[in-house]
């Protein structure tokens, strides 16, 4: 539905009989039985009435154009309804009070438009602004008054709603602004001469009063629209229980409004007691409100008032009192003196209230004086609060002792800034500092307790990491035991010297506790990343470990290596020794349980299964979990299966100095040898010579010795590999051994050959072959056998294999026997 408006009542009292027929017709009125309710507004003329109706029920009444003056624009009643609301919403604006057009004799027309709207309306809307809720005239209070009186004796009482509209809202609390006025309506009400019939009535029986504040539109368009939303909201079925009118009485259908409201405007254009005030408390009213507020623009514009404002923002000022107090005394004797013969109760009136603006305007210039005083109070509370701390004395006593001592300092400095026309309370401002010298003190007592648990963790971790990566880097089955002890002593010892200093704080034991909490875990969350971090270089501790035992015997010393060394048993005990490194890092031992994890890798790594548990293929691998029984997840540091991937690892960089080495004891064991055999040649040089001495008388037997040192020289050519074993035990025997070994002269050999089917002999010999980077490079030759031609080219060479080199110093390939 549309909006629709007419002109009930125009400027000149005539009631718009056709006009408002139309209107009910339009808006089907009569259909609507009692579903229906009539709002009405009053208040002062170019207050904003119809401006508000407009947002407020999206009616279209004229609005004021401040481009063409502040001119009235309602004359008399104008009526219309609100789309969008239900139920049907009949909405009244009123000519404005107090308006030039009409001039100050004639105000009888507004009074009776008032108690139109006041005997027709359900809820009535009372426009007024926050500043004039002081002010009897502008704030409509002594017409309410002659309303109260002229309603009972024409009608018959019925509840309704008074709701008050307070625009242009300053800092007042809403709350404050409300109370106001529900004591000045009751007293209104209770001054009200009423029938004998009410002589008992409370105000709440007849009237239901409700306050709204609202911002000022120009200056706060979206706040204002807001509460403009938050009041139509209010308006939907208001004839509801709980509503705004929910508790009217003496409804009439809405098919006999137009009737009813003829009705009442004759009765109320026929009543003549509706008279206004005396002239003389009108005239005292205007004439003084017109000087308080002509001595509060003096005051606001005043040269001194202005200097001093201007002192006071920029700091403290001495004798701040007393120069308020002049000024003030000064622009009150001047209301007195000007005022001295209008009413003396409108005139006392009017003095409170210039009293009370000429305070409100001191009271900015005040505020910061205390704000001053404040911030000097703090700064110098700070800097005592450091001095005594630099002293030596406790956190606690010297915060309290300075805190005490500077609030006294502010009530004091606060005594000396009373205004005596005022009666401003300091008891916020004071509080205010209070909590910011308790809150620079909290900051303070922070910033120190950091120092301290920072300066304690730097001493915590210095006394720890370097000795723990030292423990670790000679790790042994003493490594965790002496980490343990190490850990502990440096936590009491920092714990007691921590608890010495926290006294000065007075702190409670929860907080103390956690402080040394904290200490407690950095000092574990030290030994764990220290851990971590030597954890990292495993591998090379475990071939530093491994070569330490592999190549210094037990008094720690360089091993001189002869040749007879069992390098199978000094190769496991390195490896034993760098399994004991690697079970030692695989988890962090705080907590002095016993673990089977040297054990575990022991039995996994380095000792050899019997052919049963070999056999066995249901046994599981301990090495296959990622986690150890005895130690939690966290505590892990090198996990089963990590252990077994880093150990074959280390096995495979570490198998090269055992080749190595192995080589080294078989030349060593071959030189040896070949010493030896020099030594037996020698003599068994001298034996033949001797024996050619003796013979020498006898061709023959020359001739037998050359033949048989022929035969000697070609068998150790050929055999030389073989010698060493020969003269293992007796000369003689070594002797008839190479002799029994060696083979006819070659013209035998291809006699042989000649009368076919005798084995023949070849020599073959190995390529050199090389097992490490700086090994030896070692040969062997072996014999074969075949019945090839003559002239048949030589197998090709094989390279000798890594059996070869673990046995090569105890076995040799012997030739087969012919």
């Not at 308006?99 to 009372?126: H, K």
């Not at 006819?744 to 020599?763: D, I, N, V």
């Amino acid at each position: 539905m549309e909006c629709c408006e007419t002109q009930l009542i125009d400027g000149d009292g005539n009631f718009n009989v056709s006009g408002l027929d139309h209107f009910v017709k339009t808006v089907r009125l009569g259909e609507c039985g009692l579903s229906y309710v009539v709002v009405a507004i009053m208040g002062p003329s170019i207050s904003g009435k119809s401006s508000l109706l407009n947002k407020l029920f999206q009616t279209n009444f004229r609005e004021m154009d401040a481009f063409k003056g502040r001119t009235q624009t309602t004359k008399g009643i104008w009526i219309a309804n609100s789309p969008g609301i239900e139920p049907c919403t009949i909405v009244m604006d009123l000519d404005g009070g107090d308006r030039r057009e009409r001039g100050e004799d004639d105000t009888v027309f507004e009074r009776q438009t008032t108690l139109f709207a006041l005997a027709v309306s359900d809820i009535i809307l009372i426009n007024m602004c926050c500043h004039d809720i002081f002010k009897e005239q502008a704030a409509d209070k002594p017409l309410l008054k002659t309303i109260f009186q002229v309603m009972m004796r024409l009608f018959s009482p019925r509840k309704m709603t008074l709701l008050f509209v307070i625009h242009d809202k300053t800092n007042s609390p809403s709350e404050h602004l409300e109370l106001l006025l529900r004591e000045d309506i009751q007293r209104i009400w209770d001054s009200v001469a009423k029938p004998e019939a009410h002589k008992s009535t409370a105000l709440n029986e007849l009237f239901h009063v409700e306050v709204i504040t609202f911002p000022n539109y120009e200056e706060r368009e979206e706040q204002f629209n807001e509460q403009v939303s938050l009041l139509r909201n209010q308006f939907m079925h208001s004839i509801a229980p709980g509503g705004l009118a929910g508790d009217r009485g003496g409804v009439l259908p809405a098919s006999e409004f137009s009737f009813s409201s003829q009705h009442m405007w004759k009765v109320i254009k026929e009543n003549r007691e509706l008279d206004l005030p005396s002239h003389k408390v009108m005239i005292a009213t205007i004439r003084c409100e017109e000087i308080a507020n002509e001595k509060l623009s003096l005051f606001a514009c005043d040269e001194a008032w202005s200097e001093l404002s201007e002192t006071v923002q920029s700091g403290s000022v001495v004798g701040f009192r007393q120069n308020v107090d002049s000024i003030l005394d000064a622009y009150l004797a001047e209301y007195d003196e000007e005022t001295t013969y209008f009413d003396e109760g409108v005139r006392s009136t009017r003095r409170q209230h210039l009293h009370a603006n000429l305070l409100k305007l001191a009271h900015p210039s005040f505020r910061a004086v205390l704000k001053h005083l404040c911030s000097k109070i703090l700064e110098n509370f700070t800097i005592d609060l450091d001095q005594s701390l630099i002293a030596g004395r406790g956190f606690a006593s010297s915060a309290r002792d300075c805190a005490l001592h500077y609030l006294l300092q502010f009530d004091q400095d606060f005594s000396g800034l009373k205004v005596k026309h005022a009666n401003w309370d300091a008891s916020c401002s004071r509080e205010k500092l209070r909590l910011n010298i308790e809150a620079h003190a909290t900051s303070i007592r922070s910033t120190k307790l950091s120092e301290l648990i920072v300066y304690y963790k730097k001493q915590l971790t210095e006394e720890l990491a370097q000795p723990i990566e030292s423990l670790f880097n000679n790790a042994d089955q003493s490594t965790w035991a002496s980490i343990r002890k190490l850990y502990n002593i440096s936590i009491e010892k920092a714990i007691s010297e921590f608890t010495s200093t926290l006294l000065g704080f007075e702190l409670d034991s929860t907080e103390s506790d956690n402080l040394k909490m904290d200490l407690k875990h950095h000092a574990r969350d030290v030994v764990e990343n220290k851990s971590r971090e030597e954890t990292g270089k495993i591998l090379t501790r475990l071939k530093d470990r491994f070569l330490d035992v592999f190549v210094r015997d037990n008094d720690s010393l360089p091993r001189v290596w002869t040749g007879k060394e069992d390098i199978k048993k000094i190769t496991k005990d390195s490896r034993i020794a760098a399994l004991k490194v690697l079970s030692i890092f695989a988890g962090i031992r705080l907590d002095e349980k016993v673990d089977r994890i040297e054990s575990i890798l022991n039995s996994a790594l380095i000792d050899t299964p019997t052919a049963k548990e070999k056999q066995n293929t249901t046994l599981r691998d301990p090495l296959s979990s990622n986690i150890w029984e005895e130690i939690p997840p966290e505590n892990t540091l090198i996990s089963p299966s990590q252990c077994k991937s880093l150990w074959k690892k280390f096995i495979k960089e570490t198998d090269f100095i055992v080749y190595d080495k192995m080589l080294i004891e078989g030349a060593l064991r071959r030189k040896k040898a070949m010493q030896l055999l020099s030594w037996k040649v020698m003599a068994l040089s001298a034996i033949i010579s001797l024996a050619c001495m003796i013979l020498s008388r006898n061709r023959l037997a020359i001739h037998a010795v050359f033949i048989a040192v022929f035969m000697v020289s070609n068998t150790l050519r050929i055999h030389r590999h073989n010698i060493t074993r020969q003269f293992e035990h007796v000369m003689v025997a070594g002797f008839l051994s190479i002799i029994s070994r060696s083979r006819l002269t070659p013209w035998f050999s291809l006699g042989a050959h000649q009368r076919g089917g005798h084995r023949s002999m070849r020599y073959v010999s190995c390529r050199p072959a090389t097992f490490a980077s700086n090994g030896p490079r070692l040969r062997r030759g072996v014999l074969a056998t075949a019945r090839d031609p003559p002239h048949q080219a030589s197998p090709k060479p094989s390279t000798c294999d890594y059996e070869f080199l673990k046995a090569h110093s105890r076995t040799t390939t012997q030739p087969p026997q012919t």
